[in-house]
């Protein structure tokens, strides 16, 4: 199961509303609550000290109750205006201070939500085994300035019952606690986006480094007690994140950082910590991966505020710098594995149906997040290409000496990139930033005998990277494409020429260059099936195709078999061999063999569609393995035994070639 973890869920919420953060107007925020899971109720006051601005509204969830509101030390009654779940008062000019006491009840902690319904919430909820306060639920007072929310600096007191401990984005500067309960205080000295209040049963493991600029840095762990055991090695991980990053980019913004255990599905990052669910903590290469890219966000995003409005680059630039990195760091075959697992997810979106990278706020479905995600962190890998790792990496820690705690759009990472490539990225950044889609490229033979390369969308400028192959020889080749029609000008004896065979440009991937895998055949319309092994197998049969396939298949024989649609056959081992060996198709392959019990795997047939074969010793395995087969979808080829995969793995991609003649012709 692939854990995708959620970054900004809430800040893209605000962005949903049409509004942003102001530039530049920050509120300071002292307050004291009291929060009482059980009961399921917050409680608090709060001294705003405003920012000057033409137009100020005080903000407060329409659940919440008003108790007291003084303005400059003033008892004070004014107008309110409710706007679905917000209440606001309008602030007269004159006003410095406001005062305010108030309470609420909050909704029970959900425990049914999966991820995608935990990261569309922006309520308040409390129990005892987990408390969670959005800020972008206004559950405390907050301000707008000119119709934005400001920034917000805080000083934030939380009383806890016995047992119980809280924490929000900071610095934690005081703790007391007694058998009656918890009393914290933690400081946000600069501008942030709001106070998301976490509590929990939690137990507090520590570890303190010395940051790259002399200060001391307070690593923690806030687990429940069933995960309490996995405290020293995510503490561990998190020294090595800190020593990389602080090398790389510049100091640590903030002088703790925490990783806290949610009871739901959740996956957060916020300034200073990270809020991840328990079941995905429990996973042991959550530290190796999702880990590092949490604390990353602390410089891309909580650090440097992405500019929503013209689009989020922090998750490309994040997954850039910490998913592809380790992945580079440990293979180079890894890392290319990476990009055609962005390619891939690229060009399954039909043309006209994506969106820019200037769309991008965060992940709200598969498309945004192949886009935000995947495009992105592209660019930013053809950007290093292009002006080289030392010119790369200076203008990163531009960036972050000039935009920490600022907002940035892609027109100042472009203004940075240029300054130290010392070189005009207008059109680069354009082309891939505002444009939809992404460019075709097809390596054909030439009118002259030569190569040509083929481009379906105009205008893209692209440094096409080719390869000549004779032998054991290879030479690669940069290409630089701008029309439609490119002839190709080659010296070459013979060989081969592959286009782009290691996947470092953003282009939409050709079907044969994109490895067959298992959930192919559900992704590609409805199905034809041929069910072989006669009645024993149907049962088995039956419960595969439902769980595997959204839309019903539609059982064939073998002269109605149509080579425009997905195909699935299942049977037992010898049926399937028989079957294939009768239709001209590719016999089961050496990788499966007659391995374990059910043996299952993706290939193609017919016009380039989708063929998934699965065989069964008999139909009890079968039946086992179709509880675990749709969970396998990512793989080319699985053997299962006893209803579990005991080996997978992926069918090689085949790039787009053509064989040349001595001196470059291509071979006819
Ligand atoms: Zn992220």
């Known amino acids: 199961m ?76 004014r107008r309110e205006r409710v706007q679905g779940e917000l209440r606001s008062w309008s602030l007269p000019s004159r006003a410095e201070t406001v005062d305010v006491r108030w309470e609420q009840s909050l909704e029970p902690t959900p425990t049914n939500l999966d991820h ?6 922006a309520s308040a909820s409390a129990a005892e085994l987990g408390s969670f306060l959005p800020a972008a639920a206004q559950w405390y007072p907050g301000l707008q300035v000119d119709g934005a929310p400001a920034l917000q600096r805080w000083r934030v007191t939380v009383e806890t019952p016995a047992g119980q401990r809280a924490i929000v984005p900071g ?10 309960g918890r009393t914290i205080t933690y400081r946000m000295d600069v501008p942030a986006e709001g106070v998301d209040l976490i509590a929990g049963p939690y137990r507090q493991a520590e570890r303190k480094i010395v940051s790259i600029d002399g200060r001391t840095l307070s690593l923690r762990t806030l687990f429940h007690p069933e995960i309490e055991g996995s405290s020293d090695d995510y503490l561990d991980a998190l020294v090595g994140y800190f020593k ?40 042991p290469f959550i530290r190796d991966t999702s880990l590092g890219h949490e604390v990353l966000h602390n410089w891309w995003g909580n650090g440097v505020y992405p500019d929503y409005e013209g689009g989020n680059w922090s998750e490309g630039l994040t997954t850039f710098m910490a998913d592809y990195h380790y992945a580079e760091r440990s293979s180079a075959d890894k890392a290319r594995l990476m990009r055609l697992g962005w390619l891939r997810d690229l060009s399954a979106i039909p043309p006209g149906e994506g969106l820019p990278l200037a769309r991008f706020t965060s992940r709200t479905h598969g498309i945004a997040a192949a886009v935000g995600y995947g495009k992105s962190a592209m660019l930013f890998y053809m950007l290093r290409e292009r002006i080289g790792k030392p010119a790369f990496d200076k203008a990163v820690r531009r960036i972050w000496r000039s935009y920490r705690f600022k907002v940035a759009g892609w027109a100042a990472l472009r203004e940075a990139f240029e300054a130290e490539a010392g070189d005009e990225l207008e059109s680069f950044f354009k082309q891939w930033v505002e444009r939809e889609g992404l460019p075709r490229l097809t390596l054909a033979a030439g009118d002259d005998g030569g190569a040509e ?6 205008g893209y400028l692209l440094q096409v990277p080719l390869e ?12 630089r494409v701008a029309g439609s029609r490119h002839a190709l000008r080659l010296q070459a004896e013979g060989g081969e020429l592959l286009l782009d065979p290691d996947f470092k440009i953003l282009r939409r991937l050709a079907p044969r260059e994109i490895p067959p895998t298992l959930r192919d055949v559900n992704l590609a319309g409805p199905a034809q099936l041929v069910a072989l092994g006669g009645d024993d197998m149907d049962g088995a049969i039956g419960e595969l195709t439902r769980r595997l396939l959204d839309a019903e298949a539609s059982a064939v024989d073998d ?24 239709h001209d198709m590719a016999p089961r392959p050496a990788a499966v063999d007659r391995r374990g019990e059910v043996q299952a795997w993706a290939g193609r047939h017919g016009d380039d569609r989708p063929l998934l074969v699965v065989s069964a010793a008999n139909a009890n395995a079968l039946a ?21 995969a005991s080996d997978h793995g992926q069918w090689p991609s085949l790039p787009q070639s053509i064989p040349l003649q001595a001196s470059g012709k291509t071979a006819r």
């Open 2 to 77: 692939p854990i995708k973890l959620l970054l900004f869920a809430l800040a893209a919420l605000v962005v949903a509303t049409g509004t942003t953060c102001a530039a530049d107007a920050t509120v300071d925020i002292e307050m004291t609550v009291r929060l009482d899971p059980s009961a399921r109720i917050v409680e608090g006051t709060a001294r705003l000290r405003l920012p000057a601005g033409n137009s100020r509204r005080l903000l407060l969830a329409s659940a919440a109750r008003l108790r007291t509101l003084a303005i400059n030390d003033q008892p004070a009654r």
């Open 116 to 121: 995608r319904a935990t990261i569309g919430r």
């Open 171 to 180: 610095r934690l500067v005081e703790e007391r606690a007694d058998d009656k």
């Open 244 to 283: 990389l990053y602080e090398k790389w980019i510049g100091p640590y913004p903030f002088d703790d950082f925490t990783i806290v255990s949610s009871p739901t599905p959740t996956g957060l990052g916020l300034p200073s910590l990270t809020y991840l669910g328990i079941d995905v903590l429990k996973l």
């Open 453 to 458: 390369l083929l481009q379906d969308e105009a």
């Open 468 to 479: 000549l192959r004779s032998g054991a020889l290879r030479q690669s080749l940069t290409e």
């Open 559 to 582: 002269d109605r078999l149509s080579g425009d649609q997905a195909l699935l056959v299942v049977g037992t081992a010898d049926a399937v061999d028989d079957w294939l060996a009768r």
């Open 624 to 644: 086992a393995a179709a509880r675990s087969l749709p969970h396998l979808g990512r793989y080319g080829w699985v053997v299962i035994d006893e209803g579990h």
